[in-house]
């Protein structure tokens, strides 16, 4: 899963990211930061269950093709776990090289669960919680899970509910479906910007804080 991130976007596109985090924060004292990540977790557990439930069907069909019969040849069982070990160690690294096959044997819960501790990590490791008037929104792009989470600091969940991001992050998980990231990484910083402008409008004097664009291979 490594390099997903430095793949994600194209040079263009952090270009086009960061310039349009500068415009967002010239109207708004908040500090705007897209981040993406390769991957929020290795979800060791997905290698195994995908090895195993590629390996199980191949290995009981050669097993059954080759014996006589499968249920009552003694020997059949021997070819049946002969071929399955070495099935089973080859699937165990092909998995791992292939995303959308080890998503597939990632449950959903632990995908949801691994990407908001990963968000929330973040948005104190990066020091969003940090900023001058507590006004840090950290929108957290995790590349393997096609999954994306907003965070905001204190300041502003005192004046947005936490549900106000949905719409965000739907724009965002929309556009990598559609294979546009950019343009809705784009789209959302303005959005947020807009939500912002009204209850954080820029001050004389503020500074840029944080950086406009993190690109991280974790994972």
């Known amino acids: 899963m490594k390099n997903l991130a430095r793949k994600f976007l194209s040079e263009q596109d952090r270009t086009r990211i960061k310039e349009a985090v500068h415009a967002a924060e010239k109207r708004t004292s908040g500090e705007i930061v897209p981040m993406v990540v390769s991957a929020s977790y290795h979800y060791p557990m997905a290698d195994i269950t995908g090895a195993i439930t590629l390996s199980l069907p191949i290995s009981l069909g050669i ?28 699937f165990q690294e092909i998995v791992p090289w292939i995303p959308i096959l080890k998503r597939i044997f990632a449950p959903d819960s632990q995908v949801e669960e691994e ?9 104190f490791a990066e020091g969003l919680y940090r900023t001058e008037n507590e006004t840090g929104v950290l929108i957290f ?18 004046k947005l509910p936490e549900d106000h991001w949905e719409g965000i992050v739907k724009l ?18 303005t959005m947020v910007a807009d939500m912002l402008e009204k209850h954080f409008p820029i001050k004389p004097g503020d500074r840029d804080e944080l950086p406009n664009l993190i690109i991280e291979d974790r994972g």
């Open 115 to 123: 990407v908001r501790e990963a968000a929330t990590t973040a948005f």
């Open 63 to 90: 097993a059954h093709f080759f014996g006589e019969s499968f249920w009552g040849l003694k020997d059949n069982m021997f070819l049946f776990i002969a071929v399955l070990i070495p099935l089973f160690l080859i």
């Open 172 to 189: 965002i998980t929309d556009g990598i479906r559609e294979k546009r990231p950019a343009d809705a990484i784009c789209r959302a910083v």
């Open 141 to 158: 792009i995790s590349v393997f899970e096609r999954r994306v989470w907003v965070l905001a600091d204190r300041g502003i969940n005192e």
